[in-house]
């Protein structure tokens, strides 16, 4: 099976792509490479974020492909917050339970709201010796609720209902999240492009 380094420290998204990937690649990430350092996350953009993770991590393993995961939620009564800053929302040492505390109190806030619309968005970026090969992104609409539903998932699954669905993907099987999540059309996006190089 050829290897597929995946420059992240979030075990939950190696999870969804192992499983979104299936048998084709072996994906590995930063517990099987600890000699990988990791530039800061300093841009303002999924994509921007994603180049920095997949250039540095690529030039830790060389020779290999690497892959990397910018993604976060995206509110549109809190004008796209919490955005790229999804991952420290509550602070730079916030958990996620952290994080969706502080996003139930924002939504409190905008009780004049009805529905709060809102996606998850993924950028994917390839990359080998520095080299960026590949971008892509995907998303996924649906509506956030205020209080939390199911343990399943990660992040801010469990406040999140995608379009076309009554639960969270707290509640929803894994296989369902792994069909039409942001992380699953961005991966989907790149399918050609990592076929072309296996
Ligand atoms: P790496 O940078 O090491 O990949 P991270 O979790 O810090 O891990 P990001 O900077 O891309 O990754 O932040 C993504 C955050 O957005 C993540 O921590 C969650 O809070 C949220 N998020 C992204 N995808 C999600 C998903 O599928 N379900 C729930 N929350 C998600």
Same mark, same amino acid.
């Given at each position: 099976?050829? /290897?597929?380094?995946?420059?992240?420290?979030?075990?939950?998204?190696?999870?969804?792509?192992?499983?979104?990937?299936?048998?084709?690649? /072996?994906?590995?990430?930063?517990?099987?490479?600890?000699?990988?350092?990791?530039?800061?996350?300093?841009? $303002?953009?999924?994509?921007?974020?994603?180049?920095?993770?997949?250039?540095?991590?690529?030039?830790?393993?060389?020779?290999?492909?690497?892959?990397?995961?910018?993604?976060?939620?995206?509110? $549109?009564?809190?004008?796209?917050?919490?955005?790229?800053?999804?991952?420290?929302?509550?602070?730079?040492?916030?958990?996620?339970?952290?994080?969706?505390?502080?996003?139930?109190?924002?939504?409190?806030?905008?009780?004049?709201?009805?529905?709060?619309?809102?996606?998850?968005?993924?950028?994917?970026?390839?990359?080998?010796?520095?080299?960026?090969?590949?971008?892509?992104?995907?998303?996924?609409?649906?509506?956030?609720?205020?209080?939390? /539903?199911?343990?399943?998932?990660?992040?801010?699954?469990?406040?999140?209902?995608? $379009?076309?669905?009554?639960?969270?993907?707290?509640?929803?099987?894994?296989?369902?999240?792994? /069909?039409?999540?942001?992380?699953?059309?961005?991966?989907?996006?790149?399918?050609?492009?990592?076929?072309?190089?296996?």
């Amino acid at each position: 099976m050829p /290897q597929l380094v995946f420059a992240t420290s979030n075990a939950h998204k190696t999870e969804e792509v192992a499983a979104i990937l299936g048998s084709a690649w /072996q994906v590995e990430d930063l517990r099987a490479h600890p000699g990988i350092t990791l530039d800061e996350e300093t841009g $303002d953009t999924f994509e921007a974020n994603a180049i920095i993770k997949a250039v540095s991590g690529s030039r830790g393993v060389p020779g290999l492909l690497v892959l990397a995961d910018d993604s976060g939620l995206e509110v $549109d009564a809190l004008g796209g917050a919490p955005g790229v800053r999804s991952a420290r929302y509550a602070g730079e040492t916030a958990n996620a339970a952290d994080n969706r505390a502080k996003l139930k109190a924002e939504l409190a806030k905008k009780a004049m709201y009805a529905r709060f619309k809102g996606r998850f968005h993924c950028c994917m970026v390839l990359a080998r010796d520095g080299e960026v090969l590949h971008i892509s992104h995907g998303s996924v609409e649906g509506r956030l609720i205020t209080q939390e /539903q199911g343990e399943g998932g990660f992040g801010y699954d469990s406040l999140f209902i995608p $379009d076309g669905f009554t639960e969270t993907f707290g509640v929803l099987p894994a296989e369902t999240k792994n /069909q039409l999540s942001h992380r699953a059309r961005a991966l989907a996006a790149m399918k050609k492009k990592l076929a072309s190089l296996r």
